[in-house]
């Protein structure tokens, strides 16, 4: 049974799904297709897109042996139980943490949650001044998976998350990436990476754009689906799978239909200014806790990139 080596904890909107694009590529690499199976999130149950430990570990039985397996899975980092599930399946593993300044991270992360159906109020400053109720159990959006989640606030405070980890983990086994400096200078941040994970450079110098913003043609067609999906229960995996053997895949083909590029809205100023300020106190406590500047987050956020 291979037990992955290395683990992508999140955070989401941070870059994540873009360096698992990158390392998937990797020679010495082995990761599963399925992305964010969240199998070790057993606090987030809803977002265990694989429970069983057979079909968790069936992912890797056809990575060489040679080869270093990993998954990548973005809620692990706020996760309460992840890492320490993992550490009883591997004691020896080692981490890999994205962070993105606050500001940006928030709002990118409250128009995926539009995308996913978890979030159904359409102004996000709306959303962030429920979170007191949200908190309380109200307001909560019928179709949300896990109401955690939109506690925005706690889900982009990187510093009790981090601090966590390092609580259960040797701080040589961890590598945190600023997303900032992953996207201006991807190539060293790829080769850093790679020099954790004690694996020679391939010499990659392709790093193309990946998991840009998108919305919904019709929410209510996605929802139409998910709940086709519920209704099925256990019976959906085995219609899936007798599908996707004569190459037929209606719910990927509907997916991508309704999927189209979106441009955000940019944030109001003042607003801007105001997740700023909330967020400091976490941002330089965290400052703290790696023993680095973080200056690049200050001064707001929405600058070039739409992850």
Same mark, same amino acid.
């Given at each position: 049974? +291979? ?9 989401? =909107?941070?870059? /994540? /799904?873009? %360096?698992?694009?990158?390392? =998937? ?8 297709? %399925? ?13 265990? +897109? ?23 899975? *973005? ?11 993992? %550490?009883?399946?591997?004691? +020896?593993?080692?981490?890999? &943490? ?7 991270? $928030? ?13 159904? &109020? ?11 109720? +949200? ?33 259960? $983990?040797?701080?040589?086994? *961890?590598? $945190? ?5 992953? *996207? ?9 990476? %790679? ?44 219609? =899936?799978? /007798? ?9 990927? /083909? ?28 976490? &941002?330089?406590? !965290?400052?703290?806790? !790696?023993?680095?500047?973080?200056? $690049? ?6 600058? =070039?990139?739409?992850?």
């Amino acid at each position: 049974m +291979r037990i992955p080596d290395f683990f992508i904890l999140g955070a989401p =909107k941070c870059g /994540t /799904t873009a %360096l698992h694009a990158y390392l =998937k590529e990797h020679p010495g690499i082995f990761m599963p297709e %399925l992305k964010e199976p969240h199998y070790y999130a057993t606090d987030f149950p809803d977002y265990r +897109r694989i429970r069983l430990a057979e079909d968790y570990f069936a992912m890797f039985e056809n990575a060489p042996a040679e080869a270093l397996c990993a998954e990548a899975s *973005v809620w692990y980092l706020l996760s309460q139980d992840a890492v320490g599930n993992i %550490l009883r399946d591997n004691p +020896r593993a080692k981490f890999i &943490v994205m962070l993105r300044n606050p500001v940006d991270m $928030v709002y990118a992360l409250y128009w995926q949650k539009r995308h996913s159906l978890d979030e159904d &109020v359409d102004d996000f400053e709306t959303a962030w001044n429920l979170q007191d109720e +949200r908190a309380r159990g109200k307001s909560l959006p019928h179709h949300c998976r896990e109401p955690r989640h939109l506690l925005y606030r706690a889900a982009c405070s990187f510093t009790p998350q981090l601090q966590r980890l390092y609580d259960q $983990v040797p701080r040589e086994r *961890v590598w $945190v990436i600023v997303f900032e400096e992953f *996207v201006r200078q991807t190539a060293k941040a790829y080769a850093d990476t %790679l020099q954790f994970l004690d694996l020679p450079n391939d010499g990659r110098t392709d790093f193309p754009t990946v998991n840009a913003s998108h919305a919904r043609r019709s929410r209510a067609l996605a929802l139409g689906v998910r709940h086709a999906v519920q209704m099925m229960g256990s019976a959906y995996g085995s219609v =899936k799978r /007798t599908a996707n053997a004569i190459g037929w895949n209606p719910g990927r /083909t509907l997916e991508r239909w309704n999927d189209r590029p979106q441009q955000r809205r940019p944030l109001d100023p003042r607003f801007q200014a105001q997740l700023a300020e909330a967020f400091r106190p976490d &941002v330089e406590q !965290l400052e703290k806790l !790696l023993g680095r500047s973080l200056e $690049v987050w200050r001064g707001g956020g929405q600058r =070039k990139v739409d992850a």
